[in-house]
């Protein structure tokens, strides 16, 4: 069993996979627009051709799938966060600067009883992120 964050971004996926490619890395392994259904009654709404029917992406080790949605709704994202561990601060740091670009920090990057870098951000696209350094020593004591 295995469970991946599928994300809708209302009209901008394309743009998103591309801010995630350049800013933390993020690899498309496979994208297919609406235009290339291969069901002939499964069409995206007039204009959205070359829009993301969908997509799948990774960062790090995690799979992650995306999608522009069904039509111009501004994607919402609530109750959920997507939790990215780096190796150490610098890379939180960069992690953390590089997602928050156009974004809205929550809470900085500090030290907490539980690592040495944690933040929340929710980005450009409104994605809600927390950006956390990986403690060996801590790893047993939850956020």
Same mark, same amino acid.
């Given at each position: 069993m295995?469970?991946?964050?599928?994300i809708?971004f209302?009209g901008?996926?394309?743009?998103?996979?591309?801010?995630?490619?350049?800013?933390?890395g993020?690899e498309v392994?496979?994208?297919m627009?609406?235009?290339?259904?291969?069901?002939?009654?499964?069409?995206?709404?007039?204009?959205?051709e070359?829009?993301v029917m969908?997509?799948a992406?990774r960062?790090?080790? !995690?799979?992650? &799938?995306?999608? $522009?949605?069904? =039509?111009?709704?501004?994607?919402?994202?609530?109750?959920?966060?997507? %939790?990215?561990?780096?190796?150490d601060d610098?890379?939180?740091?960069r992690?953390?600067?590089?997602?928050?670009?156009?974004?809205?920090v929550t809470m900085p990057?500090m030290?907490?009883?539980?690592?040495? !870098?944690?933040g &929340?951000?929710? $980005?450009?696209f =409104?994605?809600?992120w927390m950006?956390n350094?990986a403690?060996?020593? %801590?790893?047993?004591?939850?956020?």
């Amino acid at each position: 069993m295995k469970v991946q964050a599928y994300i809708t971004f209302g009209g901008r996926c394309e743009e998103a996979l591309e801010f995630y490619t350049k800013s933390i890395g993020a690899e498309v392994s496979g994208l297919m627009r609406w235009k290339e259904s291969p069901e002939a009654d499964m069409k995206g709404p007039p204009g959205w051709e070359e829009k993301v029917m969908n997509a799948a992406f990774r960062i790090g080790e !995690s799979q992650l &799938m995306a999608d $522009d949605g069904m =039509g111009d709704k501004t994607a919402e994202f609530k109750g959920m966060t997507l %939790a990215i561990e780096v190796a150490d601060d610098a890379e939180a740091r960069r992690v953390f600067t590089a997602l928050g670009e156009a974004g809205n920090v929550t809470m900085p990057l500090m030290k907490t009883f539980w690592t040495s !870098s944690f933040g &929340m951000l929710t $980005d450009k696209f =409104g994605v809600p992120w927390m950006v956390n350094v990986a403690d060996a020593t %801590a790893a047993s004591t939850p956020p």
